[in-house]
């Protein structure tokens, strides 16, 4: 059964920087991608970032890119998003996410995410 759950969120400054960690079970964790997806209230969920299993290659949404960075540490089967230079509008609800092979697919539903941790919360104050 594949477990996922998140730390790290909290209330932060516009400008400040917070690192999200999601650790994972169930699987072996080195043999899939992972990912970060957000949903603010009111709003769809969407998506932040993922990252094949070998961690090397990421993507990443526009409004993430060169703030946000992905990573995997396969010792301690956990991956993390470090979240640098936060606006307001990166509030929301992040989730991690586990997917169903070693790549991920940026045309397929959810990026191939299969599995869905129960989130953490970000709020940047401005």
């Known amino acids: 059964q594949v477990q996922l759950v998140e730390s790290g969120g909290g209330l932060v400054q516009t400008g400040g920087s917070l690192r999200l960690s999601c650790a994972a079970s169930?699987?072996?964790?080195?043999?899939?991608?992972m990912g970060w997806f957000r949903q603010a209230p009111g709003k769809e969920r969407e998506f932040v970032a993922v990252?094949?299993?070998?961690?090397?290659?990421?993507y990443y949404a526009d409004s993430v890119k060169g703030r946000f960075t992905i990573s995997r540490d396969s010792a301690k089967n956990t991956v993390y998003l470090q979240m640098n230079r936060l606006k307001p509008e990166d509030s929301a609800v992040y989730y991690c996410a586990q997917g169903n092979g070693r790549y991920y697919n940026i045309r397929g539903r959810d990026y191939g995410m299969d599995y869905w941790g129960k989130g953490t919360l970000v709020t940047v104050s401005s």
């Open positions: 169930g699987r072996t964790f080195s043999t899939y991608a």
């Open positions: 990252i094949t299993w070998s961690g090397d290659s990421t």
